[in-house]
């Protein structure tokens, strides 16, 4: 009973256990400079829709020469939350 037991708690946490990830959408030859506009997205249950684009992220933090775009998901249960991350001057 107890493995069982032991074995069910590990199948429900792995389900529940979720990873994300990231990486560099893009990288021009601009100098990263100090200026940094981050941006998240939270879509629950898959409804709604998430304006990630780097374009409005640097434009939100006032960047003129974009150096970097990161991009970064992390999912969960009944949602995912999108970031993205912009540098430059």
Same mark, same amino acid.
């Given at each position: 009973?107890?493995?069982?037991? &032991?074995?069910?708690?590990? !199948?429900?946490? %792995?389900?529940?256990?979720?990873?994300?990830?990231?990486?560099?959408?893009? #990288?021009? *030859?601009?100098?990263?400079?100090?200026?940094?506009?981050?941006?998240?997205?939270?879509?629950? &249950?898959?409804?709604?829709? !998430?304006?990630? %684009?780097?374009?409005?992220?640097?434009?939100?933090?006032?960047?003129?020469? #974009?150096? *970097?775009?990161?991009?970064?998901?992390?999912?969960?249960?009944?949602?995912?939350?999108?970031?993205?991350?912009?540098?430059?001057?």
């Amino acid at each position: 009973m107890k493995k069982t037991v &032991f074995v069910l708690f590990i !199948a429900v946490a %792995g389900v529940l256990t979720s990873c994300s990830g990231g990486y560099k959408a893009m #990288v021009t *030859t601009n100098k990263v400079g100090t200026k940094v506009g981050m941006s998240r997205e939270s879509i629950w &249950f898959g409804i709604g829709g !998430a304006d990630l %684009g780097a374009a409005r992220v640097a434009k939100q933090a006032g960047i003129t020469r #974009v150096a *970097t775009v990161e991009s970064f998901v992390k999912p969960g249960l009944f949602h995912v939350t999108y970031y993205t991350k912009v540098t430059g001057d």
